[in-house]
C-alpha cells in the first residue's frame, strides 16, 4: 500500500480500481489522474473523462486559458484553473 502523502505534494490516482493519494514519483504508465483546479500536472496524459480549463504559461508564455476536453492532451507543469477530469 503507498504511502500516505500531504495532499499538495501528491497526485489523487486510480490504482487497482481505488482511489488513493501517491506522490508523483509514484505515478506509473497508464495510472489513472484526477485532476481539479489548482493542480499542477505531473506527467503528459490524455483527458479520459471531464473537461479542465488549463494555464500552459509556464511552457507557452501564453496566459489564456485553454480548454481540454475528453482526447486531449495535458502538459507535464501546465495548471488547471477550472474544472475536474481524469486523465
Known amino acids: 500500500m503507498p504511502q500516505q502523502v500531504d495532499p499538495n505534494q501528491g497526485l489523487s490516482a486510480a490504482q487497482v480500481a481505488q482511489r488513493q493519494q501517491i506522490g508523483v514519483a509514484q505515478l506509473v504508465l497508464d495510472d489513472i489522474v484526477v485532476y ?13 473523462a471531464g473537461e479542465v480549463l488549463v494555464n500552459e504559461a509556464l511552457l507557452t508564455g501564453e496566459a ?24
Open 36 to 48: 481539479q483546479t489548482g493542480d499542477q500536472i505531473a506527467a503528459d496524459a490524455k483527458v479520459c
Open 64 to 87: 489564456d486559458k485553454i480548454k481540454k476536453p475528453v482526447g486531449a492532451t495535458l502538459m507535464s507543469g501546465s495548471f488547471v484553473v477550472a474544472g475536474t477530469c481524469r486523465a
